[in-house]
């Protein structure tokens, strides 16, 4: 091999590139091999480098190599992360969920309005906080409990719907907003988490399909 044949070219490097091509060139060796070995780069590599820091980074099938090539230069290391499809994000409408598992819930009022809220652990024990904070008239606690102390409506925590189970916190964050959107009559608090524009093509989806389902129904 040219590697093997020029090896000791990195001993020759005080010399001209005339001088090491007259010296090291043999019967039948093109010349453009020669100058390719003169030009290798004879420093160790440091393979096991341990990285410096890492990067978290949504997969795309034709960007995330580029940039772990990128990052691994400069010792950082890239995890992968999956992204979510659409059809994860909405629940199947023959999944039937009961309140005993985490996500997205709504409470109904008397009044027609409701309430849209997640929890990570069961819906049924973050309904009966919201039962303890008005008994206790705790309206600071609880948006429940602050609607029906301060207007005097009754609660219909019997009519508890759940309207997504995740037990993610930003899975549940995203689809209570989703829930908040589709759900104007309702009585949540201001400084919710905030919808970013780009889910604006699949609420106003949502909102059609929920609009065409209700005028079926009647």
């Not at 230069?73 to 199947?92: C, G």
């Not at 849209?116 to 039962?131: D, F, L, M, N, P």
């Not at 106003?204 to 065409?212: A, H, S």
Request: glycine share 6%.
């Amino acid at each position: 091999m040219v590697h093997n044949k020029y090896c000791c070219v990195k001993d020759c490097k005080g010399s001209s590139s005339n001088e090491n091509l007259r010296f090291f060139t043999f019967p039948n060796d093109p010349v453009w091999e020669i100058r390719r070995a003169l030009q290798q780069n004879w420093e160790p590599k440091l393979e096991n480098r341990k990285p410096t820091d890492t990067a978290m980074i949504l997969f795309h099938h034709t960007i995330s190599n580029k940039i772990s090539r990128l990052l691994r230069k400069h010792d950082v290391r890239m995890i992968r992360i999956p992204t979510w499809k659409t059809a994860q994000m909405l629940r199947s409408a023959k999944e039937g969920l009961e309140l005993k598992v985490p996500g997205v819930y709504q409470i109904p009022y008397e009044c027609r309005k409701g309430y849209v809220g997640h929890s990570s652990r069961a819906i049924e024990t973050r309904c009966k906080e919201h039962q303890r904070y008005i008994c206790l008239h705790q309206p600071k606690e609880s948006a429940v409990a602050e609607h029906s102390i301060s207007i005097g409506h009754c609660i219909n925590f019997g009519g508890t719907s759940i309207l997504d189970g995740s037990s993610g916190y930003v899975d549940r964050l995203v689809k209570e907003a989703i829930e908040i959107q589709l759900n104007k009559n309702n009585f949540n608090r201001e400084g919710c988490f905030i919808l970013s524009h780009a889910y604006a093509p699949v609420t106003t989806m949502l909102m059609n399909v929920k609009g065409g389902t209700s005028r079926a129904g009647t």
